[in-house]
């Protein structure tokens, strides 16, 4: 078996990277990677056809960071009436950071095989399937899918009368990938009896992955981050550009603990027990799991499943029901009586041949039918824990819920923006407000006026590729997309209403900030 490179997919893969080319400074253990200054270096590991450089090709740990992400749901609480309510939790979801060399040859992997999946998916022929991490979808985003998918619900519901949605999660997905389904259908898409070296180097450093988590390294080291910042501002005063004093995590640890080379500082992460091996909690090496984060995770999460979506689709096909995926995000579009029988297959089939779980409490139901009225409408299903199956209820006003896919809602009538994600919008745009008023009330500032233009280019729609200018886009018959394409949007006056009063929110946040700001600071209120 020959390695996976050819001169014409590492041309394809230089454009693809330098056609929009920043420089990645994310924290790591390696110095940044200039990619078209130094790109030599991996096309040399890349293009070796003996493949023995990959062989010998040592992947640097992980760096893992722990993303919070505060948000309102529906929280299940049987002693309240109604049996739950709204309220605010936290997402945290772990994230790897390869460094920043090797995120090249996973990017690399990832462009390479990726061809090859999704020319596997259209000769199977359910490419229609898979929304998510796909090069060959023309540009089409969250806004055209769910669009897509809204528009078939109304199919649906004017074929029967009628119809349901079925919204299935995988529960911690990437965790539990098993390693050794994920190698049987990679040499599946791969059209392989094993995988050849190079490919297997690979598989080998993002299932048996070590990483180190960086808010441990900095407490270990008792390095104050903060504080550095603050000595180079001082440092560079008056300069419109400070450095952040460092390039390698491995530059903040003291040369004289180890040594100052690459090789003494990691051999000093290993002594001090920080890098961490992906194992049981036996200390076994663990069978299952892949990092998040890595240019070749979301690729992998697509592959997992590529026999399990062409089962579906195909039974689709037979018995009339749609169905798609987005990464862990499972939607099949039904007749109502098909419910229970399909929602208990899927469950079974991921269990039983994918070692998945979909849990019955983090699906959804919704019917659509005919409202008191004669207007189609979206009621939820009452989950019955005696008999695990979602029960009709009757169409009255109580009984009203909308269906969510990916970041928007509809009611049989009109589409939304998901309240949460504007809640999310809000409150980022609130704390960007507060760090820019302090900022310009500093003893530091050299200016009496708080400046908006960067509140305006992330919180405003007419910034570039912010939240609002894409709620704005989704609220449009048709948009043009930042590659100058034109695409097709929700049109949906629904989204216009929501966003209308964005502007003179932002105002009224800036301006009752600034007044706060100065009133703590017995100081006159400078110019907004």
């Not at 009538?413 to 980022?428: A, D, E, M, V, W």
Request: proline residues 3%; hydrophobic residues 30%.
């Amino acid at each position: 078996m020959k390695t996976i490179f050819t001169e014409e997919l590492w041309n394809a893969y230089v454009k693809k990277v330098e056609d929009d080319f920043n420089l990645k400074t994310y924290p790591q253990f390696d110095p940044y990677f200039n990619f078209p200054k130094d790109k030599k270096r991996l096309y040399d590991l890349l293009s070796d056809p003996s493949m023995k450089r990959m062989k010998n090709h040592d992947f640097t740990p992980l760096v893992k960071i722990l993303q919070k992400t505060p948000r309102y749901k529906w929280q299940e609480d049987k002693a309240l009436t109604g049996g739950g309510k709204y309220d605010l939790e936290t997402k945290i979801r772990p994230i790897s950071f390869a460094s920043h060399f090797d995120t090249y040859v996973y990017g690399f992997y990832s462009f390479a095989l990726n061809k090859v999946y999704q020319e596997y998916i259209h000769k199977k022929g359910f490419q229609e399937v898979v929304l998510a991490y796909r090069s060959d979808l023309d540009g089409k985003c969250n806004i055209q899918f769910a669009k897509e998918a809204f528009d078939q619900v109304k199919s649906a519901y004017s074929e029967n009368g009628e119809c349901s949605v079925i919204a299935l999660d995988i529960k911690g997905y990437f965790d539990h990938i098993d390693h050794s389904i994920l190698k049987k259908m990679w040499c599946k898409v791969i059209e392989e009896d094993d995988l050849p070296l190079d490919q297997y180097k690979v598989f080998r450093s993002l299932t048996k992955y070590s990483y180190v988590n960086y808010a441990s390294f900095l407490k270990h080291f008792n390095i104050n981050l903060n504080k550095l910042e603050k000595e180079q501002r001082k440092k560079y005063k008056g300069k419109q550009r400070v450095p952040k004093g460092y390039q390698s995590l491995l530059d903040l640890i003291p040369n004289d603990i180890n040594g100052s080379s690459f090789l003494n500082k990691m051999e000093l992460l290993r002594k001090r027990k920080l890098v961490t091996i992906n194992r049981n909690k036996d200390r076994s090496l663990s069978k299952n799991g892949i990092p998040q984060g890595s240019a070749m995770s979301a690729l992998l999460s697509n592959i997992y499943l590529a026999e399990f979506d062409r089962e579906i689709f195909e039974k689709g096909q037979k018995e009339g029901f749609v169905y798609r995926r987005y990464c862990d995000d499972l939607l099949v579009i039904c007749k109502p009586d098909q419910v229970n029988q399909l929602k208990d297959y899927l469950m079974d089939l991921i269990n039983r041949e994918y070692k998945l779980t979909i849990q019955n409490r983090k699906t959804e139901v919704v019917d659509f039918k005919p409202s008191p009225s004669g207007h189609m409408r979206s009621y939820k299903r009452e989950f019955v824990e005696a008999t695990q199956t979602f029960d009709l209820l009757p169409n009255s006003d109580s009984n009203f819920k909308n269906l969510q896919y990916l970041g928007f809602e509809f009611n049989g009538k009109s589409i939304y923006i998901r309240p949460g994600s504007l809640s999310r919008y809000f409150r980022k745009m609130k704390a960007r407000i507060v760090k820019s008023v302090s900022m310009a009330y500093s003893e530091n500032s050299k200016s009496d006026t708080i400046f908006k233009q960067q509140i305006f280019s992330r919180y405003f729609h007419l910034g570039k590729r912010n939240f609002l200018s894409y709620a704005n886009n989704a609220s449009k018959k048709y948009y043009t997309n930042s590659s100058g394409d034109r695409k097709e949007g929700m049109n949906s006056p629904s989204i216009k209403r929501q966003i209308a009063a964005h502007m003179r929110i932002l105002k009224q946040e800036i301006e009752k900030t600034s007044e706060q700001r100065a009133e703590q600071k017995g100081e006159k209120k400078i110019r907004v």
